[in-house]
Nanobody, 121 residues
């Protein structure tokens, strides 16, 4: 069993900053990728960024240069640091972890429950 839990978030003013964390726990052989998604109210979920095992993070054009993804392999935690926030960044943010629980087995996707980020003055 694998659990994904997001934390952080909340309310920020335009131009401000917030940080989210995504902790993965349970039966983990390797987390080969972690993704951040977001879903504004009434809109489709969109990919914000991805960090793969041993790779460099990639970002959606809408957040490039403002958001940073970092991964702490020792704690199985991934962080999303959001700077220069805009009202259009308001959404529920989700973390998805691609996890292999046992060697020589396929990986599975595990989603967190989501966390609200609101950018408003």
């Amino acid at each position: 069993q694998v659990h994904v839990v997001e934390s952080g978030g909340g309310l920020a003013q335009p131009g401000g900053s917030l940080s989210l964390s995504c902790e993965v726990s349970g039966k983990i052989f390797v987390i080969y990728a972690t993704h951040w998604y977001r879903q504004p109210t009434g809109q489709q979920r969109e990919l914000v960024g991805t960090v793969s095992y041993g790779g460099r993070p990639t970002y959606a054009d809408s957040v490039k240069g403002r958001f940073t993804i970092s991964r702490d392999a020792a704690s199985n935690t991934t962080h999303l640091t959001m700077n220069s926030l805009k009202p259009e960044d308001t959404a529920v943010y989700y973390c998805k972890a691609d996890v292999i629980s046992n060697n020589y087995e396929r990986g599975y996707e595990y989603w967190g429950q989501g966390i609200q980020v609101t950018v408003s003055s």
